[in-house]
Nanobody, 124 residues
Framework: QVQLVESGGGSVQPGGSLRLSCVAS????????MSWYRQAPGKQRELVDS???????NYADSVKGRFTISRDTAQKTGYLQLNSLRPEDKAVYYC??????????????????WGQGTQVTVSS
């Protein structure tokens, strides 16, 4: 059973920083792309950023230059560094990982898994 466990959320003042972590318990399985999403009250979940297995990154325009996604492939862990936080960044942040599952005859499939979410609050 694959689980994603997030940590690092909290409450900061505008301009503050936080670092989120997401650990995938995927024994004997590989992690492909990892992403961070967020969902503010009354809004749809949105993609914040993503990082491929080849470390190619993609960011939403609203967080470019402020957030940094990274990963430790060996530890199956993803990170999200949040700097220069704004009140509009307040949301529940969710980690997503595509786990590679080997099948028979050399085939494989990629299954989506989600973390439980971690709250980020930005207020003065």
């Amino acid at each position: 059973q694959v689980q994603l466990v997030e940590s690092g959320g909290g409450s900061v003042q505008p301009g503050g920083s936080l670092r989120l972590s997401c650990v995938a318990s995927a024994t004997l399985l590989s992690v492909d792309a990892m992403s961070w999403y967020r969902q503010a009250p009354g809004k749809q979940r949105e993609l914040v950023d993503s990082i491929t297995s080849g470390f190619r990154t993609n960011y939403a325009d609203s967080v470019k230059g402020r957030f940094t996604i990274s990963r430790d492939t060996a530890q199956k862990t993803g990170y999200l560094q949040l700097n220069s936080l704004r009140p509009e960044d307040k949301a529940v942040y969710y980690c997503n990982a595509k786990i590679i599952v080997p099948l028979s005859r050399g085939h494989e499939e990629k299954n989506d898994y989600w973390g439980q979410g971690t709250q980020v609050t930005v207020s003065s």
